[in-house]
């Protein structure tokens, strides 16, 4: 194919911007004349309107997605001395959460299928010193919940969502995030409901774990200056709550929209050489559309998509058992599906406003490079 295109970026968030101004100015012009600025009424009508929106009895506005992580780990009594089980393809924070408070990541290879973790793989590392599983609804697809769930009652064990691609995924009916003990979102820009800013919120329908999860989030207080334990200064700001609560309403629309666009690409990309296509599975809100590129070519491919102007992203490029903090660690083991994702996944344009003149010139290039320059 020759020439190239009009650039085309990963991810575009002006459209949203334009289409939703005047609403978004509203909501942050209410916020400023307000003169309250962290947590206060904005936050709490968020709090309220998203619980309600996942079918969740307590929803905790946090200042990020990483945050919730580590507060709801606390919260559900994770720390010193334990293990969590998890994946190794995912964003750092979710092994970093488990480091921060004190306890042990352990790694479980992912279905190669789902880039999910493996149920399967999953009891046989369980130890005494386990404490709590900790799976990723990695690109918007939703976990084996269901095994996941039945391996943590009969080991008595925690079980705390990555939600942070995910948001609006269902899982048999389900929203994400409200199957285990808690739920931690992200609200960082580039997420399906994502705020100008950073911001995460953790869910739960545990009393004990919601009043823990509000005190950590205020310096280990119910009231200020009456600390009970040593927290974090975690509060969800009111501009973001504001710019979540306008942009709350939209988000099932919008995660039609990226489905119809992954469904467009499986059907434009279908048959190229080379090139393993993501399963429309249920509940999959594709926060990112991921293929596999084989043959050792991802890297030469994703440098031609470049220079005709398309925007594509590799997550993750390392996984979590091989990076430097952990890697030398004796409680980690190979994972070798994770560490061949590693080197094949290329993530493309994806988004409710991303346009069939864009999907054709994607899939065309990517198709015409498979086929004919690296075939």
Known sequence: MAGG??????????PEI??????????????LRSGQFILGPEVEAFEREVAEYLGVKHAIGLNSGTDALVIGLRALGVGPGDEVITTPFTFFATAEAISLVGATPVFVDIDPKTFNIDPNLIPAAITSRTKAILPVHLYGRPAEMDAILAIAEEQGLKVLEDCA?????????????????????SFFPSKNLGAYGDGGLLVTNDDGVAELARM?????????????MVGYNSRLDALQ????????P???????KRRQVAERYNELLSGV??????????GHVFHQYTVRILGGKRDRLQQALA??????????????????VYSKKESTKECLNATQASEEVLSLPIGPFVSQREMTSVAGHLRWLLTHTYA
């Open 5 to 14: 295109v009009n650039r085309i970026p990963i991810l575009d968030l002006s």
């Open 18 to 31: 334009e289409e939703l101004w005047d609403d978004l100015m509203a909501a942050i012009t209410r916020v």
């Open 165 to 185: 691609q995910a948001f609006g995924a269902t899982y048999r009916g389900k929203k994400v995030g409200t199957l285990g003990h808690a739920g931690a979102f």
């Open 216 to 228: 950590l989030r205020a310096h280990g207080s119910k009231r200020k200056y009456y600390n009970e």
């Open 241 to 248: 709550a504001a710019i979540l609560r306008v942009k709350l």
């Open 250 to 256: 939209h988000v099932d629309r919008w995660n039609e």
């Open 273 to 282: 050489p080379g090139l393993v296509l993501p399963e429309i599975s249920e």
């Open 307 to 324: 220079k005709a102007g398309i925007g594509t992203m590799v997550y993750y490029p390392v996984p979590l058992h091989e990076l430097p």
